[in-house]
């Protein structure tokens, strides 16, 4: 029994390849969030999973202190560079993947836009209502995504690039995979993803999607651990070595599958180059990652989720009143970029280390009421 957070397409092909080798006992899986799979690793059915697959470290991460995962043998330690050194006793990087932005092109045709380039592009005000994201508190992939753009634009700007690209967000999806639906489904133009679930649709021949990359942006391995309470451990590890095996890694590239292997391409392969592309990626800090999942998880949640409407009029009333005056307004974009937690905060492993989630929702609301109060204060003395 393989326990995953991918849906069941994204696993599907792997499974039924597996299941035509030779001398082999046939695979199901179950899945499931994140959040499910450690609770679940966590009762008496811990003993019913066998395999732990998914591209969530944080899951990992979080099983592994925990308890809950196999220490694998040296032979099968990862030693190809992909994986947390915090997460190599027990967990295998086995694919690549990479994020972007999966695009409708009738719907962003209808409001003459091209097709964004960037994290910035999203920004653009025709773009308004037409974006589709899924939650980090549900989906591990958007939080990673989300982490990476701090990392690479700083904790006080990237937050600000987050709000501004949330203007134009007409849906939050519960799961990763539900981005991909929407758009295919017009209920969006451009949907932020990972690659493989958007090429399961480009590839599929729907003439009215696309895909790209984002720039400078990093790569996203998946992992694979077995569950330290199974009773089928020498058939898991047969299952590792089938993935890390020339036959595993070329089932990779499959239409069905739309991953790219940790083991280089032949430089004819028709994905070599996207393949090295990926290996190239700037790489995301783990470490910090890891230390500050919750904030970042918590901090969306309460600023960004439960205040988009808010946010969303805030914004439009800064807009129209800088229109108005023709000229920027700094004063009262600061006082709508202002965060609750400093940069050095979200670095600080003491405040991390012993951060409260309820006296920080307390502190955190206290905040934000003011924020309100200062905007509309410093609006209406324009006036």
């Known amino acids: 029994m393989i326990g995953t957070t991918f849906a069941l397409e994204g696993i599907q092909h792997l499974v039924s390849e597996w299941n035509k080798q030779p001398n082999t006992i046939p695979i199901t899986t179950l899945n499931r969030t994140s959040a499910s799979l450690n609770q679940l690793l966590s009762t008496e059915k811990a003993r019913e999973v066998d395999l732990i697959l998914s591209s969530s470290p944080m899951l990992f991460y979080n099983l592994q202190i925990g308890n809950k995962l196999f220490p694998l043998p040296t032979t099968l330690q990862d030693n190809t560079g992909f994986l947390p050194n915090m997460l190599k006793p027990t967990t295998v990087a086995f694919a690549l993947s990479g994020y972007g932005m999966l695009f409708n092109t009738t719907l962003l045709q209808q409001v003459e836009r091209p097709l964004p380039q960037s994290w910035q592009d999203l920004t ?15 989906s591990d992939t958007n939080h990673i995504m989300l982490e990476a753009l701090l990392q690479k634009h700083g904790w006080q700007e990237g937050w600000a690039l987050i709000e501004q690209i949330m203007l134009n967000v007409g849906t939050i999806s519960a799961r990763s995979f539900g981005v991909v639906d929407k758009v295919q489904a017009n209920l969006g133009a451009v949907g932020i993803t990972i690659d493989n679930y958007a090429h399961i649709l480009t590839q599929q021949n729907h003439a009215h999607l696309a895909f790209r990359y984002f720039p400078h942006f990093p790569a996203s391995p998946t992992f694979i651990a077995i569950v330290a309470e199974s009773s089928k ?48 990626q700037p790489p995301i800090n783990y470490e910090l990652l890891l230390k500050r999942q919750q904030l970042v998880k918590l901090l969306f949640e309460q600023h960004i989720t439960h205040r988009l409407g808010l946010l969303q009029e805030h914004w439009r009333l800064l807009q129209q009143k800088e229109q108005a005056l023709n000229r920027p307004l700094p004063e009262l974009r600061q006082i709508l970029t202002a965060l609750p937690v400093s940069a050095a905060q979200a670095e600080d492993e003491v405040y991390l280390t012993h951060f409260n989630r309820t006296q920080e929702l307390l502190n955190w609301q206290h905040f934000f009421i003011a924020q309100q109060v200062a905007f509309v204060k410093a609006l209406e003395d324009l006036e």
């Open 233 to 280: 451990k020498p058939q898991a590890i047969k299952f590792i070595q089938f993935l890390l095996s020339e036959t595993g890694q070329r089932i990779l590239t499959d239409v069905q599958m739309s991953k790219y292997p940790i083991a280089p391409l032949p430089t004819t392969h028709p994905k070599a180059a996207l393949q090295q592309q990926l290996f190239q």
């Open 124 to 138: 653009h005000p025709d773009l308004q209502g037409l974006i589709v994201i899924s939650s980090p508190t549900r």
